[in-house]
């Protein structure tokens, strides 16, 4: 994919991210002073059960019920992730074929490439949980294969071998992006597994990369935030940058029914919020994607929703950091709403 | 508005509230022992996204598996919120027609206004929140301008200034209660908030006005209880009664997602319903509505039936409150259910 | 029904729970080394409101993402409750003509009873509540009058006495349970009511029996965990067995939409799965039943894959219990997932 | 069930069918001018596969976007159904226990047996199928046995012998109908059957009974209208009256979603409602039921509106028949709309 | 309204009718070159029932499977109504508060009539019917009042005088066209009405103004090809002008659920798409609206593709009757696809 | 894939279509006596629009509410399609992996194409409409390249050239199996088509192959019955065969909401059902698809019961096809149901 024709969204109008402007990830000057680059990656051919996920990126750019104005003010941090606090720019869609997999995660690691080469945080809107590989692995590219720490929320350790006969699943992405040395498997960070899968095979394999996973039982025990903080002291041990991959599917499904693989007894939305701000705002995050957002089986959008507010709050969370780190200021999330800044 | 000929409701068949037997705002003898009358306001015209709240009085009326039979004994409260330890009636809807919102604004104050006078407690099912301006305007109307507080659970602040070029819509019902005077904004406690509305200017103006705003952040940093124990020692300085604005939106999607903006990471249904009673019970309620339920998104009527939970809660608590302000006795979350009283 | 060929699920085809193998309740060699036999019961009959709980049986049995292998290693306990560390068969439904409760009730107790006299422990899926009465019944018939325990997850008693002119019916089997001697009152407990029912004559009668009933109220006050440990000492003084009967509606609508008479404020998902597993690993559960769970009423069969790990939940911690007690380890909530066993 | 005092509905609020005027059907001074009245059947323990038309009779009566006004005046007839042309009350429901079959029909035949020796046409709204026996054996207790023919519009013949090992349920009730001689074989007349469904057997039974079954190909072949008007003179032939049985599934489920046992390949909304009316028009009617609404599977209330203007186009007809006979004029079809009457 | 600011849509991101040219009503310099241009009425403050239709302009804009290209040749009349053969544009949505109808319908006209003035046939997507009577009106204040007949597809005549106690709203608005004078009552034909409203009175007036109305059971006696023939011969007597108002509702509820007030026993979606089609191929259309599109009752986005289908059928007719004017050439429906043009 | 190992269905429970015997595509033995296998195809990574009809195949197998029992003796035809009359077997799916086109395109076609030279009809169920390449494909290699006609229902042409930048998808297959030569341009028709799509430029490569597509306008104006049987002259000349594919999508979207690229506008149950009948009974039908059903787009299973009618339609002709081809006898569709055979 070499031309510098913006492709636009592949299914529906083209629109942006509640309306930043639009840029052309191919073309530097398009967003030559984005802090953030939208993009979307409208593929579930890699799903191992409900599809619907390629319809994730337009309906997380537009599920608000506020003007699409390109604007944001978190009443919860005080700045604006979309203007002003920050620059964000949305390059439309990768053009990703469900029936080719293996084309399709080539070309989005080249867009995510050229992004964070170009010195902005590439934020890429799923699809399935298989664009993690070339997520990731695209800023890696760029900042350096073993440099780039991986905070993954999700109710599955994505790291499955071989997944109907392919090398390429969503079930597979973790395992191809440690086998790629781009993530090394000991600043690898998972929050929120549960269930059964996968098996001891795996487990066994998992604990031999040297990966860290909370499973909910530990996370109940002890406390989402403990866990985080643990988290965040070994994802910030010798590594240049975060990547934060957000599987709605951490979520019980209560909160979000709209997703492939819905495993019960997840995080509340609440705290999924809470904890990616956190993320956002105290560590250096270097590249993001949201991803398992099916349409087709929400209800009256609210999993369409809650993926937007990841995003706000990721972008909000970055804002407020930069401003603090300009200004020497902290955040108190005890501070009234109305008590100015 | 002068007949004395009850309108019942706007929609669908002449229902009353699970059962309670009948009246007529316009007719005081039809209500003379009634201690709440409840009221139906039909009116979706000032929601600025989806629609569909004018079918929420009937919803919220008859949203319960039990026989319809003007009677719920509380298992928490162990009184009758309906009948027996309080006398409730339900006046059938005010006309309200949403393609008109001010003549529907001015006819539903004026029926408010009519139950507080004649010693009932109005408490008006909605609608969208436009209706909070006449509902808390009627009851100052009768117990005096800014004698009468206002505690708000909701996500939005409802303090938008213009909202479609009108001064009428359910973005600004906050802040036409506040110019007009009948509440004081010192004596405005909101609770709930979160998202990316309004922006610094509004927020600037609720903070001049003395109003007093939960965040969720606060929320979850210092614990409801906390913020709630707080803002009842507000809300009870120097007024003669408290408002109580329910927007079924403060509770997460999950929760709730039969409304018209939903804003994720809200409250629990289970935190909703134990605030409302620690409302009911600990303070002099004087006007309640229960707004933003709109039928059309809910899924398998979860939104209604949580919304007739807040208002029987709201009862059974009053109830409560009066008996054990008779009998001097006092009401304890932690006995167990057979223990007797 | 004396016949020895198995009649299969009544709705849909011969399927069994997850992919585990077939047998017949009726003739005790297909089932020789089963620890546990799951048995359908398709009943909606006895519902007073939404039905729909025939479709229960053949929903929980295959609601999930993963290969129907009949294998499910589950993270949090590190045993397969499907097959290895525990051997589940599945004998299909019992015939329950929704129209004829008295004969469906007859049946089942036969089928449950025989299964437990034959060495399994009994797991049921319903169905509505009216079969916890046959379900409990029949392991009390094999183990003993009142030497069953009861421990019940439920939003409603159901202990009402007539419900529709009937004796038999979702809100009655407690009750029956009780008068038939079965179960002690004192050895009854409940988790998880709330709303409004029942009144105060049936909840004089329940207090009469010794039964010890844990509304919401006093949960959130002292915490699940403290009350559960409560229950439990209750539950194992002088019982033999432990019937567990988990209601779904125990949890909050946002949680389990697809149920007949979804009460607002409920458990959450998480809290219902991790009280489940803490029975099923510390008491002697001697049989079992999930109920109510409509799946014409569930969106994108998120209740229904919450009954699955409910299931899922029970075997795990059966399966882990006995593991522990033939290897002399405890199994520790806070370890993390990669830190082998 | 002797006494007198009006049962009301069974589930939900006390509503009639559009507003009708209330009656008690055990006491006929309620009812001494009534030409119609309505009775609900809110029974589904008989039905073989989806449940829910235990909520047939309440939305049946309310499912429309009129006023509740008891009036419905007929663009097509130019007669008001309702009232003027036709008095018609409503009875409420009979309580129907869905686990108890047997003594629900017993119940039911009762009441319709009463309304029809009281001088009124009974219109019988349905739960499912089975209610058809007592239904046309009410009428036929009162006109005589055998004197009543049957017209049954189904996409299945109901005249299987044995469902579920029982004798009542709603794939039955015309054999037993046929068997009890309260309706002649050779007097009953079917309408839009297609599928798969009975066997050979079951229709080597038909055909000794004498009974005339239009499948959908021959209707398609031959025309609708065709077929009618050979039924209508068979119906008339040594027959008082007719009853009309319309089972909404023999629309197509494009047309009626909300049904429990759907069969591609109907008649359309358009054809049914026509060949209602010329039935209720050009035949003496002596009984009605409208029987397969299945509110939990309908979508947006199609269904629920189709078959409460079913219920219209009997009753408008019928009262269009009763002023052409008074006033000895005829209607036709092909009249303008406002070419006066 | 004055500015020459293009509003935009009000509800979501800004697009266009499948991706077609943006233009600014208020400024005809923007539309120069159109044939046709686009305006959206997102006003569902009028609607006497289920509102929703506000994101009507929206769903019908972009409710299509095929990319959002500005280009939709059509296989049955080989022409692309959208570019090439007709040139479209779309100039956004007028700004409509549901809640002031009064000055949304005078918003309108104001902008339907500035684009008829200006040469381009304007098309109108609601909304609810209340927009009809601004939407012709507009064009008569362009041709002349009288000069233009209607042809109304609608299952209700709309003709009421008051409607909730206002003289705006979606029940009125040809009674309020008529009277204005803008459009003769006896070019006024109306298709598909059925069901029980308006009663006689009504009626009466109607008959008085000397309106067409075909009723269905007329539509069906005579067939709808020889009702829209001789409606045709009515519409192009003495005038200059045809305003097509197309209400979803004339379809049955099976193929347009997405309504808000759904008659059972409309036409199929086809026979809609014929007779406009036949409407813009065969009469000089000089104005059209599509309304009461509501897609919170949509099931599967079916009703919106449909009134998508709607408005490609106008415009593919008009690019047609262009042509073939122009070519003198005819269209015949019966040649086959593949036989060149 | 040279296992005889029988890989079951891929998503769910190992069941069969209605319960007919199980067999393996790659082991002849299995399926010796069967004259038809029916095999799934749970592809969706072709759809260029809503996925899901991976799901296909197990919605379609079971999506009955009778016993799943072998059996279904049709009431049209008096013939058993599925046992006694003809003998069918269920070879369980292909494995198709979405995100590998290619591979799965060439797997499926080897095991048509096995059962095809092993002496049964291959019936396939999708899937997107992809598969039909294969699927025809396999039959020609067995019969003869160009020796099978193709008889092909859907509202799309799906001739594109390339979709998405790939040669594979289900825009694409008739294109594809055109250009192999398995099936002759001349010997193509197709019934159904409307819309707006495909464009001039492949209509033209449409004609040059000697189509023949019957779009809806068509059908309309000389009605399916004289289109069908100018298509079987064409079809049965100087061919072997027929393969009969079945996109879903012909039917109007009322009658099959169900599905990916829903078209208004089309054929209604009623004609597909009666349309495929007369190709099973009067043409050699060698091979057959039904694909396009999309369970997450359908409403109260609607589409899949649809397409399992479709199947059996298929059946049943082809089995009263070889019954009076044996007997010497002709089916009549104007025979009453109960006048014997």
Redesign the interface.
């Known amino acids: 994919m070499t031309t510098s024709q913006r492709y636009g969204p ?7 991210f509640l ?1 930043v402007p639009r840029c052309t990830w191919s073309d530097p000057a398009t967003y030559a002073d984005a802090d953030v680059v939208i993009l979307g990656a409208p593929f ?9 996920t ?2 994730g990126p337009q309906y997380i ?2 599920t608000c ?2 003007p ?1 104005d390109g ?6 941090l ?1 700045v604006d992730g979309l203007q002003g606090d920050l620059t964000v720019h949305d390059a439309g869609d990768v ?1 990703m ?6 084309r ?1 995660v080539r070309d989005l690691q080249e867009a995510v490439h050229a992004i964070a080469s170009n010195g902005a945080i590439p934020l890429v809107l799923g699809g399935d949980h ?1 664009i993690a590989w070339p997520d990731a692995a695209g800023v890696a590219q760029h900042l350096g294969q073993g440099r780039v720490s991986m905070i993954h929320f999700d109710a599955h350790a994505d790291t499955g071998d071989i997944e ?3 090398l ?2 969503h079930g597979t992405p973790m395992r191809r992006l440690l086998e790629s040395g781009a993530v090394r498997g000991d600043r690898f960070l998972q929050l929120g ?8 095979e795996t ?1 066994a394999w ?2 031999e990369q040297g ?8 996370i ?3 406390g989402l935030e403990e866990c985080l903080t643990e988290a965040f002291a070994i994802a910030t041990d010798a590594c240049d940058g975060v990547f934060l991959s957000v599987d709605i599917d951490v979520c ?7 997703t ?7 995080l ?3 705290q999924l ?2 904890a990616v701000r956190r993320i956002a705002y105290e560590l250096p995050v270097a590249g993001v994607d949201v991803v398992e957002v099916s349409p ?7 999993t369409s ?2 993926a937007n ?1 990841v995003v ?1 709050e990721v972008l909000s969370g970055i804002a407020r950091r930069r401003r603090d780190e300009r200004d020497g200021t902290t955040w108190d ?8 800044r």
Chains 1, 2, 3, 4, 5, 6 share one sequence.
């Open positions: 592949q299914y529906g109008p083209d629109i942006t309306g579930d051919g890699g799903t191992s059960h409900r599809p619907g390629r319809f750019r537009q019920y506020l699409q604007s944001r003010p978190s009443l919860a005080r053009e074929y469900s029936g080719d997999a293996e399709s298989t109907f006969g392919s390429v699943g597994l549960r269930g059964y899968w996968p098996g001891p487990l998992m604990a990966m860290r996973s909370y499973e909910m039982t530990e109940v025990a002890r019980d499904p209560g909160h979000a029914p709209g492939g693989t819905p495993e019960p007894g997840g509340t939305a609440r919020l809470d087709p089986y929400d209800h009256a959008e609210i929703a809650l507010r706000l999330p005890r501070q009234p709403l109305l008590d100015g």
